[in-house]
């Protein structure tokens, strides 16, 4: 099939894009264009050409399925394509729908007018994939938005509105109406009128205090973007536009391109960009399976999990019935949902009217009966087994079949709690993260009898609602929580070893970490995984699994919630302080164990804690807990904060090379007084070939 239309209405040329799913510039439809354009350009029945794609698509940019591949440097490129659009001798006209972004925009920035639907999504976000747009975006934009408006596009890659831009020299026309129609009326008018070619490599640059403008632009980009090249370099590529001649500051763009290209942090996030979307792809599973239809939510449990559960379905404009045990609780529930809106409110990421409708499609009850409608319910209620048996017993009873029901259970065995209905095909774990409306991460837990559609409607509903789904088997933690268990035993035992809360804290703060894991427990509440430890050692009586932390909670010490965990907190302060008595108990625990603390290093913290995480990943993977090493990725990148520059656990550990980190684990293991198996390299990466990808 053909990726690029070709046929003539009334003398005008028009050209369609045909490259699904968003019309990615890979070779067959540069080539196409070209020769379209020489076509049009030859055919004297034709007096003008328009360009375009359709109402999802004018063009997402390049293929990025192409990247690091041939095709991607086969001739013609894109900047050629773009240079021969530019040079044309008759109108040439781009009417843009959908998506525009990339070296979509760029290729509609090489033409001479441009037609937009209003509710056409512009950008150049390039950035976001460690990139500039590398065909002239840097150069041409500006010319048409001015420096200070196109910068912030480029830097950002924010995607606006083009009617956001509409009053602008960006767009001749910004129309209500079907583009196409207009964009080729549009050409008619201007061939009639002989309205002179605009090329925007021709126009100036009006700034001028541009050097004092990008000096201070420099300053603010350097310091909010310390892991990340490509923002600063966006702007040295912009900067070109007031420094250089136009085809020299091609030059400047394209040299500052294919340095971002060849970097680790673009290939970083290029690898995240495939890893969140590859994750909803279940290859037994078929694309097509029917969904189950959902349009009305049940949640049970109006805590802070419950609440943040139900706010993600009224976001988008589901019906949430809420159910708790009292009147009280479910006031209080619906009190936290509305103050969360109120915050967004005020921050103006809200309209009241938006508040309002969200609200309104808000119920409360207390009886079960009352969900006898709803499509999917979800239990958000205390993590203890017999209570998730009580309530799924009564769901069973209540709610209508063909309805789907999940757990927010974050570690407890699904299929246990599938057992407890008379459906286990239609039961399923939503893993929420708190905050739940806030949190991207959704981990779907499938269990033994879990239906395929109601699996592929929980992964459609997941992307609904905004969340990045990673399917999960069935294991004590799924895949995030039992990876934080390895990386904070890790941490446990550099702590243990002589280095202090603080330290280790730094140097993974400094590797990229949002926050280190005694930061992270004290926000979280170390008391939550006091609880864990000791359900835990409850099960196991003959094991020790005693830890420093317990000894903090037992002195009431459980973090921010109450002022002091790993740290002391002044009165409505985050800010962590170094408190004295921590060290006092963690040097007598270290004493009784008859430990002689010594030093750590930066880099041996970010090793054994980073390794430990990619040891338990490889397990993950290995035990078919995980579908794939990038579905790990996502679930660490998007759920634990892990440093979106470096790719997630799996991408870091294959850049180091596996051999390195087998290696590091190994000496980490004849260092260590953990039972054996801990810092036991997984047989897959052992076994994982050089130069092969761990799978
Ligand atoms: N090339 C190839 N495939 C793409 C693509 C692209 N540019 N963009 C998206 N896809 C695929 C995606 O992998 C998925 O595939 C499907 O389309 C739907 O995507 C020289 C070098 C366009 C806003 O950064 O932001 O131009 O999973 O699930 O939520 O300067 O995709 O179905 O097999 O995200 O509706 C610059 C990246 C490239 C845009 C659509 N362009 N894409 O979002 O669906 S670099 C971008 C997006 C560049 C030049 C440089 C989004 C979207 P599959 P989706 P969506």
């Not at 070209?34 to 328009?50: W, Y």
């Not at 090329?199 to 403008?213: C, G, H, M, S, T």
């Not at 294991?475 to 243990?496: H, K, T, V």
Request: contains cysteine; charged residues 25%; glycine residues 10%.
């Amino acid at each position: 099939m053909s990726q690029v239309l070709y046929d003539v209405v009334d003398g005008i040329a028009r050209i369609t894009l045909q490259n699904p799913p968003v019309n990615g510039l890979g070779f067959a439809v540069r080539k196409g264009l070209v020769e379209a354009l020489d076509q049009a350009e030859g055919d004297a029945a034709v007096s003008a050409i328009v360009i375009t794609g359709n109402d999802r698509a004018f063009s997402g940019g390049a293929d990025i399925t192409e990247f690091g591949t041939p095709r991607s440097g086969w001739h013609p490129g894109l900047r050629t394509v773009i240079e021969v659009l530019e040079q044309a001798s008759k109108p040439v006209v781009a009417a843009i729908d959908g998506v525009c972004l990339g070296g979509g925009l760029e290729l509609a920035l090489g033409t001479h007018f441009r037609v937009a639907a209003a509710q056409a999504k512009i950008g150049l976000p390039e950035v976001k994939l460690g990139l500039l747009p590398g065909a002239g975006g840097t150069q041409r934009l500006p010319r048409l938005l001015g420096l200070e408006a196109a910068l912030d596009l480029i830097v950002t890659g924010r995607i606006v509105k083009a009617s956001t831009l509409a009053n602008t020299p960006l767009f001749d026309r910004v129309v209500e109406t079907p583009v196409v129609e207009a964009a080729i009326e549009f050409a008619k008018e201007v061939v009639r009128q002989g309205t002179p070619l605009k090329r925007v490599r021709d126009l100036k640059i009006n700034q001028p205090d541009a050097e004092a403008f990008l000096q201070v632009a420099r300053r603010n980009i350097a310091a909010a973007n310390k892991n990340q090249p490509a923002p600063l370099l966006c702007l040295e590529a912009v900067a070109g536009c007031v420094s250089l001649p136009f085809d020299q500051g091609l030059v400047n763009e394209r040299e500052l391109f294919v340095k971002l290209m060849g970097s680790p942090e673009s290939l970083a996030l290029r690898h995240v960009f495939a890893a969140e979307r590859t994750a909803t792809k279940i290859p037994d599973i078929p694309a097509d399976t029917p969904l189950r239809d959902i349009r009305k939510v049940g949640v049970i449990g109006a805590g802070t999990m419950g609440g943040g559960i139900s706010m993600n379905y009224l976001n988008v404009g589901i019906p949430v019935v809420l159910l708790e045990l009292t009147q009280a609780a479910l006031d209080h529930g619906v009190g936290i949902i509305r103050r969360n809106y109120e915050i967004s409110l005020k921050r103006g990421r809200l309209t009241q009217a938006q508040l309002d409708e969200r609200m309104a499609l808000l119920s409360t009850t207390l009886s079960y009966e009352d969900l006898a409608d709803v499509d999917l319910v979800i239990e958000a209620v205390f993590e203890d087994m017999g209570v998730k048996e009580k309530v799924f017993k009564a769901l069973d009873a209540v709610i209508k079949p063909g309805a789907i029901l999940a757990s927010n259970t974050s570690g407890l065995d699904v299929d246990v709690i599938a057992g407890f209905t008379k459906r286990p095909e239609d039961v399923i774990g939503l893993h929420f993260f708190s905050p739940a409306n806030v949190m991207k991460l959704l981990e779907i837990v499938r269990g033994a009898k879990t239906a395929k559609d109601v699996l592929a409607t929980s992964i459609a509903m997941a992307k609904k609602i905004g969340k990045k789904p990673v399917v999960s088997g069935i294991c004590d933690g799924f895949i995030g929580n039992r990876m934080l268990m390895s990386y904070r035993a890790a941490a446990e035992e550099i702590l243990m070893g002589g280095a202090s809360p603080a330290s280790i804290d730094k140097a993974l703060e400094n590797f990229g970490f949002a926050m280190g894991p005694h930061r992270m427990g004290d926000l979280a509440g170390l008391d939550i995984s006091w609880s864990i430890r000791k359900r835990r050692q409850a099960e196991n009586p003959d094991v020790d699994l005693s830890v420093v932390a317990d000894r903090l909670c037992m002195a009431g010490r459980f973090g921010q919630k109450n002022g002091a965990g790993w740290y002391k907190y002044e009165a409505g302060s985050r800010t962590p302080i170094v408190d004295p008595v921590v060290e006092k108990i963690i040097e007598d625990y270290r004493a009784e164990k008859g430990i002689t603390p010594r030093t750590y290093t930066d880099s041996e913290i970010v090793e054994r804690c980073v390794y430990a995480l990619v040891n338990e990943g490889a397990r993950i993977l290995e035990e078919g807990i995980a579908l794939r090493a990038s579905d790990i990725d996502v679930v660490y990148l998007s759920g634990y904060g892990f440093p979106l520059h470096r790719g997630g656990p799996m991408h870091y550990a294959q850049q180091v090379g596996l051999f390195n980190v087998v290696r590091a684990i190994r000496r980490f293991a004849a260092q260590s007084d953990k039972a054996a198996e801990f810092w036991q390299p997984a047989a897959l990466l052992q076994n994982t070939e050089a130069g092969q990808a761990l799978k």
